[in-house]
């Protein structure tokens, strides 16, 4: 079946590294996403990847994704509380057409 | 931000009263979905549209209907709201190129007492 994992936590202080995980379980998800919630907002697409790459990096972010492991992570590079947010990871999964199939998201807590 | 909005963006209605919430993009994209989003559930398909007049259920299908009679207005339908659809309620488009990406809205905070 389609399921989507994350933790649902992560603290770290500002300027640090933030590395946000995420497993997947459909082997023949296409695209897979990172989107960003700010309270009482909508969802901000932040970057996607192809299943056929294993690494996209887009300024501060890096998403590396191993296919064997159905592993997913984004990293923010120098974290700012402006960052502070919930992450959600979702995939594409072929047989649902254009779905996305969303994991519960992790909340990500920036101290300064 | 891609243009979406959604109206309204908060409602308060009674159990078993009928409510519509819209969705209009100026973006003229072909899919559009309605999402629904619950502390510890994250975000469930309710229905999507890949066309004018065309839609289709989601995981979470039951108690509510949708309709697109344009490209750029989706409304979703509670017919008769229960509590158990107090929830937020978040629109999306998207094109239909390869990498699917979808654009949300800001949402529409509906509480049913």
């Known amino acids: 079946g389609e399921d989507v994992e994350q933790s649902l936590f992560l603290s770290v202080r500002e300027g640090d590294s933030s590395v946000i995980n995420c497993t997947y379980t459909?082997?023949?998800?296409?695209?897979l996403y990172w989107y960003k919630q700010e309270p009482g907002a909508g969802l901000q697409l932040l970057t996607y990847i192809f299943s056929n790459m294993d690494m996209k990096q887009d300024q501060r972010l890096t998403v590396l994704l191993n296919k064997k492991d159905k592993h997913l992570s984004l990293r923010i590079a120098d974290t700012q509380t402006g960052d502070s947010a919930i992450y959600f990871c979702a995939e594409r999964v072929a047989q649902a057409g254009t779905a996305l199939i969303f994991g519960k998201g992790t909340t990500l807590s920036v101290s300064s | 931000d891609a243009g979406i909005t959604q109206s309204p963006r908060h409602k308060v209605t009674e159990t078993g009263t009928p409510v519509t919430l819209r969705c209009h993009q100026t973006e003229n994209h072909r899919y559009m979905y309605w999402y629904r989003q619950d502390p510890g559930h994250g975000l469930r398909l309710i229905h999507y549209?890949?066309?004018?007049?065309?839609?289709d259920k989601g995981e979470v299908s039951d108690g509510y209907s949708v309709s697109r009679s344009k490209t750029e207005d989706f409304l979703l339908t509670l017919e008769s709201a229960t509590s158990s659809q107090t929830s937020v309620y978040f629109c999306?488009?998207?094109?239909?190129?390869?990498?699917?990406?979808?654009?949300f809205g800001p949402g529409t905070r509906l509480t049913v007492t």
């Open positions: 999306a488009i998207s094109e239909s190129g390869r990498s699917g990406e979808q654009y």
């Open positions: 549209s890949y066309g004018v007049k065309d839609t």
């Open positions: 459909d082997s023949s998800s296409t695209y």
